[in-house]
């Protein structure tokens, strides 16, 4: 058994998806992918991967044990924002041209739900607790929240301008808009639906994750290849650590001791050590490499067999 899950990253201009274990900090799979494979969304468990091809376009379901395609189900124009529920029985699809996310069933492959959204939806966060989705409507400046019982909108709230990447607290209290444009980060009170607050970051933010005990949010600042680490209580940034070229992709490991960085403009993967926010590796994965979305998953994932003639990106 792998001591920890893998991350899965997407190279959207190699049209490849690189395979991390997190335990050896190394590359033990580059998967064929779709057409610019730029969004990823794995189930809590690990066992089912699903990578959002925008120019496909369609969503790959990958097995997360074998670490082979299964199968790929065509979307509308531009899938790029993806979710999955916590068993990977359904995937949520934000269209980026059509203004819509569509509900997927992973099972039958087929669509149980197209609801119409804010104008170019990006990012996607599931509370699988309430059943909720949130969604970032980039050029609308809001984000919706969505009832996934019924598959209508709860809310919709203004934000920064042009809200990109979305990660919600774990008690799921708060949820955080990371605003590209406006430079900042949204913090929304999910029970009142709500933007409470907003802080400054760096410039040209993209995404974020949340530490597992809810103390530090991370964020990817593109135009200065770094992340700003900032204190949830406070808001103040702890530090800012320079990365790879252009950060996109953000994600971290379930005991909170290193966070992934997916670096486009070098193709590159920065791992940081939280107890010391310093990285301590960069481990290249391919040409493009953005990661989108939630790309480790919360549990251990079996280790699989590395085919003798993989050949990395």
Known sequence: MSAEPYAFITNQLANTISV?????QEII????GGNRPAGIAVSEDGNYVFASNADGPDVSLIDGFTLKKMASIPMGSGPVGIATNADGSQIYVADWYEHKVRIIDSDSRSNIATVSVGKSPAGLAIDNVLNRLYIANRDDNTVTILDLN?????????????PFGLALSPNRKRLYSVNVQSNNVSVIDTQFAKTIHSFPVGE??????????GSTIYVTN???STI????????DILTTVDVGDAP??????PDGKHVYIANWGDGSVSILDTASNKITKTIHTGQGSRAFGKFIAKQTTTTAKTDPD????
Do not use: L
């Open 150 to 162: 019924d598959f209508q909108p709860i809310a919709t709230i203004p934000v920064g301008k042009a």
């Open 310 to 313: 993989d050949q990395h990106d």
């Open 204 to 213: 040209w933010p993209y995404c974020a994750v949340i530490s597992p005990d």
């Open 228 to 235: 700003s680490i900032v204190d949830t209580k406070t808001y």
């Open 29 to 32: 799979k580059t998967i064929p």
């Open 222 to 224: 593109q135009d200065e």
């Open 20 to 24: 991390i274990d997190t335990a050896s």
């Open 248 to 253: 996109e992709g953000i994600d971290i490991t």
